[in-house]
């Protein structure tokens, strides 16, 4: 997200939370900086939907897919006044690598 340094890659600029750590000169805000960015990441894309309807009776299910090269899994969650469920679709990491330059409008990159 906004403090670690893949935010490079998808947007192009410095991260925001290091950009403000700068100005603060915190050294435990620094040092936690450091640790957020020697995180490794697993990139996957996801779509999210939202739907109204209460004919489904689990509160939350996964679906996996492990023949797909593209789509990993689907979570589906129904909210807890059973009106919506929700579905995201998650990606296979090596799909989300070769399109490493897309990302939403409330990425977190």
Do not use: C
């Not at 689990?58 to 899994?73: E, G, H, M």
Request: no cysteine.
């Amino acid at each position: 997200g906004a403090a670690h340094p893949r935010w490079r890659a998808a947007f192009k600029s410095e991260p925001p939370l290091i950009e403000a750590a700068k100005l603060i000169g915190n050294e435990e805000l620094n040092h936690a900086i450091e640790l957020i960015g020697s995180i490794d990441a697993r990139p996957v894309q996801v779509a999210m939907m939202a739907f109204d309807t209460s004919s489904i009776s689990d509160n939350t299910s996964i679906i996996s897919t492990p023949d797909d090269d593209v789509l990993d899994k689907l979570v589906m969650t129904k909210s807890k006044d059973g009106r919506l469920v929700s579905i995201v679709a998650h990606s296979t990491t090596e799909f989300a690598n070769t399109v490493n330059n897309v990302y939403g409008s409330k990425s977190t990159a």
